[in-house]
């Protein structure tokens, strides 16, 4: 079945342990993201990217990095985890060619708690 | 700033019609979005607007007015099934989705 999928799908992490949020997409689309979700904050934009080999900065980048290797996969990095990363991550696809083909398409999620 | 108003939580009855309002102040527009969220669960697409007007699908509906820059989603005959959370997002000139914080929706029987 075509889709998003993330792994893992919950984690508890030591602060300061470095962490990859893994996501793979099989629908061809460019363009890829990844958004935390917390309580009454809605989703924000961590990074992006609009096609294989490039990434860009979103609204909440800081201690987070990204790569796109690929077009299916776009892995989301915590070089050292701090507690106020305690969030619900959500990795999303659009086919990215504007209108509403810019419709995102969201993976399962992944809880991820930093002690 | 860009932003994007919508009421934080809204109670209705099975059976009932239910109105969620969106209003948005952003730097251009290319469409509006409608999502729908269970809890725990991903948002999935219900709707895109990009002309005035009323789209309908459905029991949902969704109108725009980009002169007021405002949209509403309109659910019909509510079910139990309905009660989730309702998130607007608007698509401004650098084709970044602008996310309000979305509606909680509670149906009561």
């Known amino acids: 079945i075509a889709g998003i999928t993330q792994a893992p799908t919950s984690q508890i992490l030591a602060a300061g342990r470095r962490m990859t949020l893994r996501c793979t997409q099989d629908m061809r689309h460019n363009a890829m993201y990844w958004y935390r979700q917390d309580l009454g904050l809605g989703l924000r934009l961590i990074h992006y990217?609009?096609?294989?080999?490039?990434?860009g900065k979103g609204e909440v980048p800081d201690g987070y990095s990204v790569s796109r290797a690929n077009t299916d996969d776009f892995p989301l990095t915590l070089a050292s985890a701090v507690p106020s990363q305690t969030s619900v991550y959500f990795c999303?696809?659009?086919?990215?060619?504007?209108?509403?083909?810019?419709?995102?398409?969201f993976g399962p999620g992944t809880r991820l708690t930093v002690l | 700033g860009q932003n994007i108003d919508q009421p934080t939580e809204m109670t209705a009855t099975e059976g009932a019609i239910v109105q969620i309002n969106c209003t948005y102040q952003?730097?251009?527009?290319?469409?509006l979005f409608w999502y729908q969220q269970h809890a725990g669960e991903a948002p999935t697409f219900l709707s895109y607007n990009v002309l005035d007007g009323l789209e309908e699908k459905g029991r949902f509906s969704s109108f725009l007015s980009r002169s007021k820059g405002y949209s509403y989603l309109l659910l019909k005959e509510l079910q139990m099934k309905d009660s989730a959370s309702y998130l607007c997002a608007v698509l401004d000139s650098n084709y970044q989705l602008i996310w309000g914080a979305g509606t909680k929706l509670i149906i009561k029987p």
């Open positions: 990217s609009n096609t294989a080999g490039t990434t």
């Open positions: 999303a696809s659009s086919e990215g060619a504007g209108a509403i083909t810019d419709t995102q398409y």
């Open positions: 952003t730097s251009g527009f290319n469409g």
